[in-house]
């Protein structure tokens, strides 16, 4: 990579090959005469070089999710003008690791994508404040479900007090 003209843009693959068709096209028109790469597992190698838009792709040589500890030299030795972390849905909730691992990757700004394609700043402090309200969440989520469980538990423990059962009449002998 020549670093005093080309800027880069590194994608990471993350999501399906349907939603990398459409993130493509929408960071050419984003970030037009940036170079672009694509770090994806070996399965995904074929696929990504398909691409007439990308101009490299990167192995990820690990097996399994994408791991901030686990960033392969090919990536952390270079300076990119800009990381991209695609997400499956609108908040980017359950791609933790993937925006973790973003995080992880020198460069001068990180970005994530959602599935409708809107591009939006991704920060440390961002990601952790998400984390925290997203925990949050969880929390009251469960106190509301013991609260709406504890009459129940109430009434049936009563009902099995004070409601008569039948008893089962014994037969002679």
């Given at each position: 990579?020549?670093?005093?003209?080309?800027?880069?843009?590194?994608?990471?693959?993350?999501?399906?090959?349907?939603?990398?068709?459409?993130?493509?096209?929408?960071?050419?028109?984003?970030?037009?005469?940036?170079?672009?790469?694509?770090?994806?597992?070996?399965?995904?190698?074929?696929?990504?070089?398909?691409?007439?838009?990308?101009?490299?792709?990167?192995?990820?040589?690990?097996v399994g999710s994408f791991d901030p500890a686990k960033v392969p030299e090919a990536v952390r030795s270079r300076r990119w003008d800009t990381v991209v972390a695609p997400v499956a849905n609108v908040s980017g909730s359950g791609f933790y690791n993937v925006l973790r691992f973003s995080l992880a990757i020198p460069a001068r700004q990180h970005v994530q994508i959602n599935l409708p394609g809107q591009l939006s700043p991704l920060t440390s402090a961002g990601l952790m404040a998400t984390g925290a309200r997203n925990g949050a969440f969880t929390l009251l989520a469960a106190l509301a479900a013991a609260l709406l469980w504890l009459p129940w538990l109430i009434v049936f423990s009563l009902m099995a007090l004070f409601v008569p059962h039948k008893r089962e009449e014994l037969g002679p002998g």
């Open positions: 990579m020549n670093e005093s003209t080309e800027k880069w843009c590194l994608l990471i693959r993350a999501v399906s090959f349907q939603q990398i068709d459409k993130i493509v096209p929408a960071l050419v028109q984003e970030y037009p005469g940036m170079k672009l790469a694509i770090l994806t597992h070996a399965h995904g190698r074929d696929m990504a070089a398909g691409y007439g838009e990308v101009d490299e792709v990167l192995v990820y040589p690990e």
